[in-house]
């Protein structure tokens, strides 16, 4: 009765730490599985949440139209009919591929978990390129890759989990590499911790192009993973198709309001970033210090080789390494200053 090609799939195993949190009132844990922010909202987010709440009984506004103005102001250049709105980035991501005719995805692998899994859904054949001997993205294998089955390739810059990346022109070289017909996904949910300045304005690319998509969330550098949302930003046919697929009312009003709050208070996040940016620096050096490898991250994560095991033991919970790749590693979301102080005591 059942497609074939949903037998391998498993319902997604959350991290011990959502398992934890969930079975137990202890605070006495330090969490940092997820890439979650370590505050909450912002207060302008809350204060958006608790107006909205008398609310409730209606429908929210099905085109999200005040979160698509407030991050069209956000990247300058673009208007509203070049932003995408989803239940997460990962609805963005899912609704771009549902456009495409069955064939091929294209993606670099260790990667982001979600990639096999939507293309399983949508009965697409993943093909994954393993990283390069330091950690990073192939884009000439991936390139070798593409063939006239190929509908879309999809770069994670930042990759979660290594937390590489590639600069813009290098992306922009790839872009144009690409046959016209074939979609680029860049999944940018870790995009505001980025210091490098040759990172560059990565939603021009979006715009300048007819097959390219910058796919960015609220759950990482906003704080807002548990409200759900998520906005892509990329050329008006592609945001016009994805309108087509999208659930009517897939962000919800909690979502709508706290987002767009957050996004006009785009600088308090820029502050926040700052912040994960400097602790990832200790961090990074606590590992150097403690002769650990690590591989140097543009996340709000760093890939260590120590054992989440090891972590867990004085009460700082990691994602453990295996589920993504990299045995024997842990995956350590930066968190705030005691947290990351735990850490390195851990070490
Ligand atoms: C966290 C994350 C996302 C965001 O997922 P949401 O659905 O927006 O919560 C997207 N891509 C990657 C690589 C991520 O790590």
Redesign the pocket.
Known sequence: MFREELEPLRPYVPPKSWRMAAESDDDGLAKLTS?ELAFGPLPEAETALTEALTRANRYPDSHVSRLREAVADANPGSETSNVLVGN????VIFNVLQLLPPGDVVYGWP??S?YPTICAVLGMNAREVPLTENEKFDLEAMLRTVTHETRAVIL?NPN?PSGTYHPLDRIREFAGALPENVVLIV?E??VEFVDDPAYGDSHALALESPNVVM?R?F??AHGL?GL?V?YGIASEEIADYAERVRFPVSVNLAAQVAATASMLAKEKVEERAKFVIRERGRLEEAFGKANLEYIPSQGNFIMVRFAAADFEKSGVLVREGEALGYPGWSRVTVGNSSENDRVIEAL
């Open positions: 890439n997460g980035s990962s609805e990667s982001f979600m994670c979660n999944d949910a870790y796919a969330t759950s990482k993973a759900r998520g």
